[in-house]
């Protein structure tokens, strides 16, 4: 998701689906495990409650708040 900026360029967010803080799996710099969100979006995955990321055939799978979110880095 994003928004056009004044400038007429669009705006997201990137997002590390493991916070690197708290031990995450090694390769989680690479780029299948970072994704594209509006500011609203990082924001909740930052302050909401967040359940543990799942991977699925085409990137991943949290429950952000009360629902179920899908993200797709392929």
């Known amino acids: 998701e ?3 900026k004044r400038s007429g360029k669009r705006y997201c967010e990137v997002h590390h689906i493991f916070w690197l ?3 995450p ?3 989680c710099l ?3 495990y ?3 969100v509006c500011a609203n ?3 909740m995955l930052h302050y909401a409650e967040v359940g543990e990321p799942e991977r699925t055939a085409d990137g991943w799978r949290m429950l952000i708040g009360s629902k ?3 993200f797709n880095t392929g």
């Open 34 to 36: 970072l994704v594209a």
């Open 21 to 23: 803080s708290k031990n």
């Open 41 to 43: 979006c990082h924001r």
């Open 2 to 4: 994003f928004f056009i």
């Open 30 to 32: 690479s780029p299948e």
């Open 25 to 27: 799996p090694p390769e």
């Open 68 to 70: 179920v979110r899908e």
